[in-house]
């Protein structure tokens, strides 16, 4: 029986090694397309999982309100300096540290206070104490940055009031009044109100948070801006006197370049990192 020859055999030796060649080079593209299609298909997926991550919480409608903070400052005669916050955030907390000294080293100079994010994550004692602070600043503005600098280092409202010369019954006036006219309360007890049905919402700032694009605690914002600051005194001091058209001399006296622990106590640290609550 006459031996069955295979496809190459029958060619003739240069049109095998042509041949040959040829379905090398097919198989290396081929190999190379399926490799080059993982790579973006990986690459794809990597970038929606960290939009995914990345997504801001919002309390708005659906709006995308997402905000990178700016090292570049817009300019003013008079700057407004605004720190977002939730009242028991350990971040808040930590650059609101850092945010005091400058606040009471520069408070003739520019328009400087602190607000709250519009959704709560600890509970219905941060929606008091927000309002609480929130009222203090209102009504007793020369209070509110002792009364802060003694919070910050202690959980301890009662003392802080005590403190500073003030009780809750000198704040009830204000603080029912706000309570009822944002329906704080009445919206903790809804959860149907809750943003993701999850945190309850806090909107004596709502207005501001949407313009803003506040997703978290903390927030510096300047003249309207998100601005990026490191959480030491003196970051925050020289973020403030950037903003301004003709710094005052204040702007000269270095404040402290160290940096807070996050949450309750006046502990240094060394760690002066960005994190936030929610954001």
């Given at each position: 029986?006459?031996?069955r020859?295979?496809?190459?055999?029958?060619?003739e030796?240069?049109?095998?090694l042509?041949?040959?060649i040829?379905?090398?080079?097919?198989?290396?593209?081929?190999?190379?397309?399926?490799v080059?299609?993982?790579?973006?298909?990986?690459n794809?997926?990597?970038?929606?999982?960290?939009?995914?991550n990345?997504?801001?919480?919002?309390?708005d409608?659906?709006?995308?309100?997402?905000v990178?903070p700016s090292?570049?400052?817009t300019?003013?005669?008079?700057?407004?300096?605004e720190l977002?916050?939730?009242?028991y955030?350990?971040?808040?907390?930590?650059m609101?540290?850092?945010?005091l000294?400058?606040?009471?080293?520069?408070?003739?100079?520019?328009d400087?206070?602190v607000?709250?994010?519009n959704?709560?994550?600890?509970?219905?004692k941060?929606?008091?104490?927000?309002?609480?602070?929130?009222?203090?600043g209102?009504?007793?503005?020369?209070?509110?940055?002792p009364?802060?600098?003694?919070?910050?280092?202690?959980?301890n409202?009662t003392?802080?009031?005590?403190?500073?010369?003030?009780?809750?019954s000198?704040?009830?006036?204000?603080?029912?009044?706000?309570d009822k006219?944002?329906?704080?309360t009445?919206?903790?007890n809804?959860q149907?109100?809750?943003?993701?049905?999850?945190?309850p919402v806090?909107?004596?700032?709502?207005?501001l948070?949407k313009?803003?694009?506040v997703?978290?605690s903390?927030?510096?914002?300047?003249?309207?801006q998100?601005?990026?600051?490191?959480?030491?005194?003196?970051?925050?001091k020289q973020?403030?006197c950037?903003?301004f058209n003709n710094p005052?001399?204040?702007?000269?006296?270095?404040?402290?370049?160290?940096?807070?622990?996050?949450?309750?106590?006046?502990?240094?640290?060394?760690?002066?990192?960005?994190?936030?609550c929610?954001?």
């Amino acid at each position: 029986m006459e031996e069955r020859k295979t496809f190459f055999s029958s060619l003739e030796p240069k049109s095998a090694l042509v041949v040959g060649i040829v379905g090398g080079v097919l198989v290396l593209c081929t190999v190379g397309f399926f490799v080059m299609l993982g790579l973006s298909l990986t690459n794809r997926a990597v970038e929606s999982k960290t939009k995914n991550n990345n997504t801001p919480l919002t309390a708005d409608d659906g709006t995308n309100n997402t905000v990178t903070p700016s090292s570049v400052v817009t300019k003013a005669d008079r700057p407004k300096v605004e720190l977002f916050v939730m009242s028991y955030c350990p971040y808040g907390l930590q650059m609101e540290k850092a945010y005091l000294p400058a606040w009471e080293l520069l408070k003739n100079k520019a328009d400087i206070d602190v607000k709250f994010v519009n959704y709560a994550m600890h509970g219905k004692k941060e929606i008091d104490e927000n309002t609480r602070q929130y009222c203090i600043g209102k009504d007793f503005s020369d209070k509110i940055i002792p009364y802060l600098k003694c919070f910050v280092g202690e959980d301890n409202f009662t003392k802080c009031l005590s403190a500073v010369g003030l009780t809750d019954s000198k704040l009830a006036t204000c603080v029912n009044g706000t309570d009822k006219q944002y329906q704080l309360t009445e919206k903790f007890n809804d959860q149907t109100t809750w943003l993701s049905g999850r945190y309850p919402v806090y909107e004596v700032y709502n207005d501001l948070n949407k313009e803003y694009g506040v997703q978290g605690s903390p927030t510096l914002v300047i003249n309207g801006q998100e601005v990026s600051a490191g959480r030491t005194p003196e970051a925050v001091k020289q973020a403030i006197c950037a903003a301004f058209n003709n710094p005052p001399t204040e702007c000269t006296q270095t404040l402290s370049n160290s940096a807070y622990s996050a949450g309750f106590g006046l502990t240094a640290s060394d760690n002066a990192a960005n994190a936030e609550c929610g954001g």
